[in-house]
């Protein structure tokens, strides 16, 4: 596609439940990021993936949070048992081959109330 | 561990008027650095990247960054600025050496004022 595309744009969830947030990259791009942005803050480093495997997922912040690029092109982030505190902007980006110039989606806004 | 500091929150400029958006770096190894914009309701946008060469570097928009590794600063430039510049704009820096990831800033909010 033209960009990276997110959906959904915005997701309201209880507390305790599950929720997956959809990124589709720019289409040929191998190298594809999870980034969460809090209020007021920068984008924090969540998971990249180099084609299907995950190159690294350091940011992950706990073992409720999971990833998985099966193709190698669509991604999901998965929250389980979802926190109030995992309300944030969830960003998408994806590159060529894993260099700078990423390219961001608009995010998915998570508020878990 | 690698770092980058704003240390202003919001910077105001009257259109026309030259802008700087400010920019500290800590590092290990060469630094990697980079700015993003980020306007309502819209994904970050790539800018610039300082990865080697001139200290001096162009990008989107206009606008372009001088590396200064004696102040260890990366700050953003523009010589004119207009109302449509108004966004926020983050400052990044590769994280660890041969990582592919990046650690941002908090973020600077331009207001260019017409």
């Known amino acids: 596609g033209a960009g990276v595309s997110q959906t959904p744009s915005n997701k309201v969830t209880e507390k305790g439940k599950y929720v997956e947030l959809r990124c589709d990259p720019i289409?040929?791009?191998?190298?594809l990021y999870w980034y969460r942005q809090s209020l007021g803050q920068g984008p924090e480093f969540l998971i990249y993936?180099?084609?299907?495997?995950?190159?690294?997922d350091s940011g992950l912040p706990n073992d409720r949070f999971f990833a998985v690029r099966p193709e190698g092109s669509v991604s999901t982030l998965k929250i389980q048992r979802t926190e109030r505190g995992d309300s944030a902007v969830y960003l998408c980006?994806?590159?060529?081959?894993?260099?700078?110039?990423?390219?961001f989606g608009s995010g998915t806004r998570l508020t878990v109330v | 561990a690698q770092s980058v500091a704003q240390p202003e929150d919001q910077v105001n400029v009257a259109e026309g008027n030259p802008l700087t958006v400010k920019c500290t770096y800590s590092?290990?190894?060469?630094?990697?650095l980079f700015w993003y914009v980020q306007y309502p309701n819209r994904g970050l946008q790539f800018l610039l990247k300082?990865?080697?060469?001139?200290?001096l570097v162009k990008g989107s928009y206009g606008f372009e960054a001088e590396f200064n590794k004696s102040q260890t600063s990366f700050h953003l430039k523009k010589p004119s600025a207009l109302v449509s510049d108004s966004a926020l704009y983050f400052c990044?820096?590769?994280?660890?050496?041969?990582?592919?990831?990046?650690?941002f800033g908090t973020g600077t909010r331009l207001t260019v004022i017409p």
């Open positions: 980006a994806s590159s060529p081959t894993g260099g700078y110039g990423y390219t």
């Open positions: 289409s040929g791009h191998t190298a």
């Open positions: 993936f180099q084609g299907t495997g995950a190159a690294d």
């Open positions: 590092v290990s190894g060469n630094p990697y």
């Open positions: 300082y990865i080697t060469g001139d200290n």
């Open positions: 990044a820096v590769r994280d660890t050496p041969g990582a592919n990831n990046l650690f």
